[in-house]
């Protein structure tokens, strides 16, 4: 079975742009969540869809929104990027089933964000 | 705020010899238990979770978890240069919560 993808895996952006990074889960996952990974903060959660609805979304800023489409691909966006948005962007699968992540999360193979 | 605690390490180990990787965590009703492996330049990699209190063997991989003591640990029998990585440890609040919580990982060097 294919793992989960990310597209594009690299990413070199100004201050001031915006960015739209795509995810598609491992096929039969319908819960894909997007974490934050720097050097300094280690991972962090952004948000986790199920079903296209957004069910928790961790303490970013407005600037990073994000979407699930009915295929469970999934799409953040960051607008008016700052330097410490710098990252690696990795997108996770997991079946979602019942009401908790008692199955885990499979990482994709994240997208590296650099932001100058 | 909810927070998992590692060593950063690096924690160093003869080829052969087993390591010990511990996890500690702050919320007392979390339910579930991740171990992560990350190499680097790579993603986390799903290696282990553990639910109930006691061990959970996996081949050379065993993880304990102790939820008085908010307490879990990851065992590397026969530990090979390919361990080589960060382990991150992870948790999961349980029922209603769709995120894990990671600890800053502990950084593994098993010497040939």
């Known amino acids: 079975k294919a793992g989960v993808t990310q597209t594009p895996r690299y990413l070199i952006k100004t201050r001031g742009q915006q960015v739209t990074l795509s995810c598609s889960p491992i096929s039969g996952h319908r819960s894909v969540s997007w974490y934050q990974q720097t050097p300094g903060q280690g991972l962090q959660f952004l948000f986790e869809?199920?079903?296209?609805?957004?069910?928790n979304k961790g303490n970013f800023p407005g600037r990073f929104s994000g979407r699930q489409f009915s295929n469970s691909r999934s799409e953040m966006n960051v607008s008016t990027l700052e330097l410490g948005d710098s990252a690696l962007y990795l997108c996770?699968?997991?079946?979602?089933?019942?009401?908790?992540?008692?199955?885990?999360?499979?990482f994709g193979p994240g997208t590296r964000l650099t932001v100058t | 705020q909810k927070e998992v605690e590692q060593n950063s390490g690096p924690l160093s180990v003869p080829e052969g010899a087993i390591a010990s990787l511990n996890c500690t965590y702050s919320?007392?009703?979390?339910?579930?238990f991740f171990w992560y492996r990350q190499y680097s330049g790579k993603s986390p990699e799903l290696i282990m979770f553990?639910?109930?209190?006691g061990d959970k063997e996996d081949g050379r991989f065993t993880a304990q978890l102790n939820k008085a003591s908010q307490y879990v640990s990851l065992l590397i029998r026969d530990s090979q240069p390919s361990d080589s990585a960060t382990y991150l440890c992870?948790?999961?609040?349980?029922?209603?919560?769709?995120?894990?919580?990671f600890g800053k990982g502990t950084k593994l060097s098993v010497i040939p």
């Open positions: 919320d007392r009703g979390s339910q579930s």
């Open positions: 553990i639910y109930s209190n």
């Open positions: 996770a699968s997991s079946l979602g089933r019942g009401r908790s992540l008692a199955g885990g999360l499979y």
């Open positions: 869809y199920f079903s296209e609805t957004q069910r």
């Open positions: 992870a948790v999961n609040a349980g029922a209603g919560s769709y995120q894990l919580t």
